[in-house]
C-alpha cells in the first residue's frame, strides 16, 4: 500500500474568498496548500471592472497570513454592459485570467448575470480573439426546467450554440456535475475544459436529502444522480488534461445555511487534498492526482506547473478536520465526507 505520495503543489481553478471578514477567515485554508486558484467574481457588488479586480485582489494579499506565497488569479464579472476594451486592458496587464459568466438567478449573487447572450456578444468576441476564457456556471434557470437537469439543458441550448457561434472561444465549464458535462468535453475537439469539485466527487443527492434535509451538502449546481458522480470520478482519475480540481469551495456563515432558504455552497478547502487522496486511493489512481490538482489546469490557462512541491502522508489513524471554523464573520461548516480520512498533508 502507498503511505506516501510527492506531488507538485497544487492549484485551485475556482475559489470563493468572500471579502471583509470572511475573506480574512478563510483564505489561510487555502494558501496552506495551494499556490495559485480563480478567485470567482460575485461579490456584493460583484467585480465588474478591471479596477475592481486590482482593489480586490489587494485586499486578498492583505489578508494572508504572514510567510504563506499565494498567487490569486482575477476574474471579471460578466454583464450585458462590460466593456471589451476594459476586458482587453486586464488580460494585457496580466492581471484578468478569465471571465465569468453567471445566467441570471443561477447561484449565490448572481442576480446581476447574463439574461440575454446576444448583448454579452460583443465581450465574448474580443476574448475569442485575444485567446481570453470564459468560465461558466453552466445552468439555465428558467422555472420550466428541473432542478436537477439545469446543466444538461444548459449546455444544449446555450453553451452548444455559444461554441458553434464562437468556436475559437476558450471555455471551462466549471463544477461539471453530469455524465452529460463530461461526455460533452470529451467530444470537443478543441476550447473546451472541465473543473470538477472535491464534493461531487464523494456526494450524491442522497446526500442532501434521505433522513432529513442537510443544508450543509446543498450547493448550486446541485449533486446529482450516483451515474454522475460516477462519471466524474471516472474522468478526474483518468489522467484526461481537459479535467482539473476547483473545488467551488464556497464559506457561509451557519445562519444563513441553516435557515428556511439556506445558501447553496460547500466549504472544502481546508480538506481538500485529504479527500482527493482517499478518491484517487479508492479508483487505484494515486498516480494520477498529481496530473489533476497540479498539472492539467495551469497546462490549460497557460502558465506553468508550481516548482514547489507539497508530501501527502497516509496516517494510521483518522486525521482530525474541525467540523467548524470561526471567522469574523461567523461560524462556517467544514465539509465532512463522511468517511474518515487518514491522508494528510505533511
Known sequence: MTTELTIRRPDDWHLHLRDGAMLEGVIGDTSRHFARAIIMPNLVPPVVTTTDAAAYRDRILAALPKGDRFEPLMTLYLTEHTDPDDVEAGYESGLIRAVKLYPAGATTNSHGGVRDMDKAMPVLERMAKIGLTLCVHGEVTTPDVDIFDREAVFIETVLDPLRQRLPELRVTMEHVTTKNGVDYIKASKANLAGSITTHHLIINRNAILVGGIKPHYYCLPVAKREEHRLALRAATTSGDGRFFLGTDSAPHVDPLKECACGCAGIYTSINTMSCLAHVFEEEGALTRLEAFASLNGPAWYGLPANEETI????????????????????????FDPMFPLHWDVA
Open 311 to 334: 508530501r501527502l502522508v497516509r496516517r494510521a489513524e483518522p486525521v482530525a478536520f474541525p467540523a467548524k471554523i470561526e471567522t469574523g464573520a461567523g461560524p462556517v461548516t467544514v
